[in-house]
């Protein structure tokens, strides 16, 4: 399988999460939309974004890789099961058979195989297996004679060679599946993109005339805020009116998507934060609120300190 059939050049993670704002983006003007293209209706956007979510749902590519590898890791120690009794085959043949004819036997029994077999080449393994298992049979007399090869090692061997050909059997129907699987997941992300990127470009083309609502309907600006790359972020310190810090006190944004809470010294800091304006509360018992609007830029660290100033007490 090959991944350069691939059209989008990000994580499969961030194309689901662009393509599914996309269309929630999409449907937020459907009205613009459906004047735009007939087509454009709820149950057109419906269906892609449950295109986005069938294409997620189907096993991974990382996934599929990582079963070939553990089939590929069992497959590997089976052959170097068959190539270790082949070894100990060979020290029988010596012991069986006198000097002259042991080189002889031992090319009988698969040596030249062998070679090959020990590169990890499965079918030189299985061939190896056969061949040598034949062998044996052949010749269990004259390797059994004088208490040299035990009776249960032919046992053994056959039951290791029928082992690693079920193995190599599996592991070709496991990489053909996954090959498949992999394929198909790509061809997923493929569709969904094609579709997201034709809906984006008649969004560019719908606001055209309205720059900070174009940018958002479009794919590589899309991509920089869901990776992070594109986003802000906001520190300071919250102290009182005598530079102390307000441990403890809440900064929080109205839609409550971004927070986070200062530290012993006073210190806070929200990362993450999309492009664009919004109004952010600090607060804390005892203090008055604070309240202010903040326009963020993508790819920017803005710092801000604030002061809290202490609820007056009433004396009786």
């Not at 198909?184 to 094609?194: G, Q, R, T, V």
Request: charged fraction near 20%; glycine fraction near 6%.
């Amino acid at each position: 399988m090959n991944e350069k059939s691939k059209k989008y050049n990000i994580p499969q993670e961030i194309l689901y999460a662009v393509c599914l704002s996309s269309w929630e983006l999409c449907r937020k003007n459907l009205e613009t939309f459906a004047g735009f293209k007939a087509y454009y209706t709820e149950a057109f956007i419906y269906e892609a974004i449950a295109s986005v979510r069938k294409a997620r749902e189907l096993p991974g590519i990382l996934h599929n890789r990582a079963t070939s590898k553990e089939a590929r890791i069992d497959l590997q120690l089976a052959g170097r099961q068959v190539m270790d009794n082949w070894q100990l085959l060979k020290l029988y043949i010596n012991k069986a058979f006198g000097k002259d004819m042991a080189a002889i036997k031992l090319e009988a029994a698969g040596a030249s195989i062998y070679t090959k077999a020990a590169l990890y080449n499965w079918s030189a393994v299985r061939s190896l297996a056969d061949v040598a298992g034949t062998f044996i049979r052949n010749n269990k007399e004259a390797l059994t004679e004088g208490n040299n090869m035990p009776e249960k090692f032919q046992t053994r061997f056959v039951a290791d060679g029928d082992k690693f050909i079920g193995l190599s059997m599996a592991f070709g129907s496991i990489t053909m599946e996954n090959q498949m699987a992999t394929q198909l997941k790509i061809n997923a992300n493929n569709a969904i993109y094609e579709s997201a990127i034709e809906m984006l470009k008649d969004g560019q083309q719908i606001f055209r005339y309205d720059a900070i609502i174009k940018r958002q309907f479009i794919f590589n600006y899309l991509v920089s805020v869901h990776s992070g790359k594109g986003s802000a972020s906001f520190s300071g310190y919250i102290t009182d009116e005598v530079n102390h810090p307000v441990e403890g006190a809440t900064i929080q944004s109205h839609n409550q998507k971004y927070t986070a809470i200062a530290d012993s010294k006073g210190y806070y800091c929200i990362s993450h934060i999309a492009e664009g304006t919004y109004v952010f509360n600090i607060t804390r018992p005892g203090y008055e609120p604070v309240e202010q609007a903040f326009t963020f830029t993508a790819g920017t660290a803005r710092k801000e300190d604030f002061i809290m100033k202490k609820h007056m007490q009433l004396v009786a």
